[in-house]
């Protein structure tokens, strides 16, 4: 499987920091669910393991995991880290959203 969705450097700088220390290997895992206020939504977690069915982008030591039914939904995505006045938070500009809500978290397909 090809690697379509991009890392940006602040995002992998961001997940070797939450991941420094670790005495396991750990990434960040992306997935994509039913839910929130646009019908989809992004969920972030720090995982340990590797599925059998999962993309793992490795950008700057740092490594991202999406498992093959959420990569459906990321084709082109770009996955950055931002710092802003409301929070810091991994943001995910995806070409296949036709909308989403203000928070940014949740989109429509």
Not at 34 to 40: A, I, L, P, Q, V
Request: aromatic fraction near 6%; charge should be negative; glycine fraction near 12%.
């Amino acid at each position: 499987m090809e690697s379509t969705v991009n890392i940006t450097a602040r995002a992998a700088n961001r997940i070797c920091e939450i991941t420094a220390g670790q005495t396991e290997p750990r990434g960040l895992r992306i997935s994509v669910n039913g839910g929130g206020c646009s019908g989809f939504q992004y969920d972030f977690s720090i995982a340990k393991d590797r599925n059998e069915d999962d993309l793992a982008i490795e950008k700057d030591g740092a490594t991202v995991l999406i498992d093959s039914v959420s990569l459906g939904y990321m084709s082109g995505a770009t996955v950055d880290f931002v710092d802003d006045l409301i929070g810091q938070s991994f943001k995910v500009q995806n070409p296949l959203a036709k909308a989403s809500c203000g928070c940014g978290t949740s989109f429509t397909i």
